[in-house]
């Protein structure tokens, strides 16, 4: 049997049916028990180390399993930051220990993960963060507060980064580190947007004690360490049309078109070709960053490409939306789910600008670092952190 058999019979029998109407609490006990028979049988992780519970196979397969499962809704999106950016950082820069303990039940799918670098005063400019961490004997003492945490209120684990060297320049003096949510001093508050839901929260951290194997990666090569986590994460963005933005993909919109008898239409005819061009280039270019990342070759900042590119094609599908649905797009009748969803995803596509690096933070990157151009002017790289007048600093 091919792997491409084997992939499909597994999804035809195992992935579960959606249910209206879940709550929280019940749409995560069935991913988790999707994720841990996924792993089972030996589909989870596939370009994962094999000794740290992964499946050591080749990109070519992930793909294969990519492609199979772009037909089912999977119930992971829970598991997205652990999966997309966590667990490849672990991989990259974790100890022979924190590799054990930790990829094995992340890929299961037994523990939750989120990030923790937002904070009120740094999210563009997140080196300015002010959480403090500071060495007592053999721990760390943990004091500041994060902010638009996706998925804190789930998570078992979070990747925490925190100063620890203040009287350094401002990108010299921070660690990563790997906290326990369920720590004492840890308090979890969820965040509503604008679409009502809650998807992530701020976080506040009161004296949290963490041993001092939490460290990940060196002590204040934090930066290092977050960027190596941003350009993972950018990769996981822009090559996830997430659930939430499902009636937003081209299928879905042209679907949309036939059943308002607006197909025929030669502006939205013209407009759906032109989406469904940009979500197949799309597409393409994340398997091949993916792919050079299997082979040893990360995408770095053209990770940044793959992000604003996801952004910007979602923007496209809302005009596109509107094109086809008009006042459907942004209202409701009640018993009409399907235009529910729509305006739910059209109200959630401007976090998706700003999540995970905002639209213009991308183009700088993309012009600095893929196009060569000058460097923007930074003045305050070579000022110990202390004295810079950032976040709560700004007041002194
Ligand atoms: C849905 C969602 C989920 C998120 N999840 C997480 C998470 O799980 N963990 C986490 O740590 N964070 C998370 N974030 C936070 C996110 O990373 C920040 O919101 C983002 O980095 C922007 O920071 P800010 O909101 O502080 O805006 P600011 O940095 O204050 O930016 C304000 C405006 O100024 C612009 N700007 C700032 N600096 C520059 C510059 N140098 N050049 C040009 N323009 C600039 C920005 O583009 C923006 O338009 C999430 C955000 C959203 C919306």
């Given at each position: 049997?091919?792997?491409?058999?084997?992939?499909?019979?597994?999804?035809?029998?195992?992935?579960?049916?959606?249910?209206?109407?879940?709550?929280?609490?019940?749409?995560?006990?069935?991913?988790?028990?999707?994720?841990?028979?996924?792993?089972?049988?030996?589909?989870?992780?596939?370009?994962?180390?094999?000794?740290?519970?992964?499946?050591?196979?080749?990109?070519?397969?992930?793909?294969?399993?990519?492609?199979?499962?772009?037909?089912?809704?999977?119930?992971?999106?829970?598991?997205?930051?652990?999966?997309?950016?966590?667990?490849?950082?672990?991989?990259?820069?974790?100890?022979?220990?924190?590799?054990?303990?930790?990829?094995?039940?992340?890929?299961?799918?037994?523990?939750?993960?989120?990030?923790?670098?937002?904070?009120?005063?740094?999210?563009?400019?997140?080196?300015?963060?002010?959480?403090?961490?500071?060495?007592?004997?053999?721990?760390?003492?943990?004091?500041?507060?994060?902010?638009?945490?996706?998925?804190?209120?789930?998570?078992?684990?979070?990747?925490?980064?925190?100063?620890?060297?203040?009287?350094?320049?401002?990108?010299?003096?921070?660690?990563?580190?790997?906290?326990?949510?369920?720590?004492?001093?840890?308090?979890?508050?969820?965040?509503?947007?604008?679409?009502?839901?809650?998807?992530?929260?701020?976080?506040?951290?009161?004296?949290?004690?963490?041993?001092?194997?939490?460290?990940?990666?060196?002590?204040?090569?934090?930066?290092?360490?977050?960027?190596?986590?941003?350009?993972?994460?950018?990769?996981?963005?822009?090559?996830?049309?997430?659930?939430?933005?499902?009636?937003?993909?081209?299928?879905?919109?042209a679907?949309?078109a036939r059943?308002l008898g607006r197909a025929r239409d030669p502006v939205v005819r013209t407009e759906l070709a032109a989406l469904y061009?940009?979500?197949?280039?799309?597409?393409?270019?994340?398997?091949?960053?993916?792919?050079?990342?299997?082979?040893?070759?990360?995408?770095?900042?053209?990770?940044?490409?793959?992000?604003?590119?996801?952004?910007?094609?979602?923007?496209?599908?809302?005009?596109v939306?509107?094109l086809i649905?008009?006042?459907?797009?942004?209202?409701?009748?009640?018993?009409?789910?399907?235009?529910?969803?729509?305006?739910?995803?059209?109200?959630?596509?401007?976090?998706?600008?700003?999540?995970?690096?905002?639209?213009?933070?991308?183009?700088?990157?993309?012009?600095?670092?893929?196009?060569?151009?000058?460097?923007?002017?930074?003045?305050?790289?070579?000022?110990?952190?202390?004295?810079?007048?950032?976040?709560?600093?700004?007041?002194?």
């Open positions: 049997m091919s792997f491409r058999d084997t992939v499909r019979d597994w999804l035809a029998e195992n992935v579960p049916k959606t249910v209206e109407n879940a709550s929280a609490e019940e749409r995560i006990a069935t991913a988790k028990r999707f994720q841990a028979a996924l792993h089972d049988a030996g589909l989870a992780g596939l370009t994962w180390p094999a000794e740290y519970g992964g499946q050591g196979r080749t990109a070519a397969d992930q793909q294969v399993f990519d492609e199979e499962a772009a037909a089912y809704d999977l119930p992971t999106d829970v598991f997205m930051i652990g999966m997309g950016m966590c667990g490849p950082t672990i991989v990259d820069l974790g100890t022979h220990e924190q590799k054990a303990r930790y990829v094995r039940p992340l890929l299961r799918g037994e523990e939750i993960w989120c990030q923790l670098f937002s904070e009120p005063g740094a999210g563009s400019d997140v080196a300015s963060l002010q959480t403090r961490a500071v060495r007592d004997g053999e721990t760390w003492v943990v004091n500041g507060q994060k902010v638009w945490t996706s998925g804190a209120q789930h998570a078992d684990f979070g990747a925490l980064l925190a100063r620890t060297n203040p009287d350094v320049p401002k990108h010299k003096g921070i660690t990563m580190f790997i906290v326990d949510m369920h720590a004492p001093g840890v308090t979890v508050r969820p965040l509503k947007d604008m679409t009502g839901q809650a998807p992530f929260n701020e976080v506040f951290f009161d004296n949290v004690r963490l041993p001092a194997g939490a460290v990940l990666g060196e002590v204040d090569a934090g930066w290092f360490a977050a960027v190596t986590m941003l350009g993972h994460e950018r990769v996981s963005i822009g090559g996830s049309v997430r659930r939430r933005y499902d009636p937003l993909t081209y299928a879905n919109l679907d949309l059943r061009a940009a979500e197949r280039a799309l597409s393409l270019f994340n398997t091949r960053l993916r792919q050079e990342a299997d082979a040893g070759s990360p995408p770095g900042a053209r990770g940044s490409v793959a992000k604003l590119a996801g952004a910007e094609l979602l923007w496209r599908a809302v005009r939306a509107g649905a008009g006042v459907r797009a942004a209202a409701w009748d009640e018993g009409d789910p399907a235009a529910e969803e729509l305006a739910l995803a059209i109200n959630a596509t401007p976090a998706s600008s700003i999540a995970g690096g905002t639209n213009q933070i991308q183009r700088g990157i993309i012009g600095e670092r893929v196009l060569g151009l000058p460097k923007e002017p930074q003045v305050d790289r070579d000022v110990p952190f202390r004295e810079l007048r950032v976040g709560t600093q700004a007041k002194a």
